[in-house]
């Protein structure tokens, strides 16, 4: 018996390192570490830009002293329309009507938009059937 035939018999087993199997898994091993790695070294480089213009703004604010607010205002700033909110209309404003910006009322004109004069269909009726 050669030395061949009594080592063949390696190549069906499922941990052997030459089979196709463990081959395709080693590979998607190393794929999966070099994404890493790479969205690694995306997050520092990101992570050194941001300290870098973190240092600009600080040496522009102490040439010049202004100062900049690190705050989010527009979250708690009133709204910039001039009508009333939905928590007027809850306190008892009037509602205002626009003839123009009302969707019913455009879409009425149009043809086909007979089902809106159609009164609604309940349950009762669909049953009485």
Do not use: C
């Not at 030459?18 to 794929?31: L, N």
């Not at 404003?93 to 969707?103: C, T």
Request: net charge neutral.
């Amino acid at each position: 018996m050669s030395s061949a035939k009594a080592v063949s018999f390696l190549a069906k087993k499922s941990w052997h390192t030459a089979t196709m199997r463990h081959m395709e898994k080693v590979w998607k091993a190393e794929e999966r570490a070099k994404a890493e790695t790479k969205k690694l070294n995306e997050w520092k480089q990101e992570l050194v830009e941001e300290r870098e213009m973190e240092e600009l703004r600080r040496a522009y604010e102490s040439l010049t002293g202004i100062k900049k607010k690190a705050r989010v205002d527009f979250i708690y700033s009133e709204p910039l329309l001039n009508e009333p909110s939905t928590d007027d209309y809850l306190l008892g404003a009037k509602y205002n009507e626009k003839g123009a910006d009302n969707d019913v009322k455009n879409v009425r004109d149009k043809p086909g938009a007979l089902w809106l004069d159609q009164p609604a269909l309940s349950s009762d009726s669909i049953q009485d059937k």
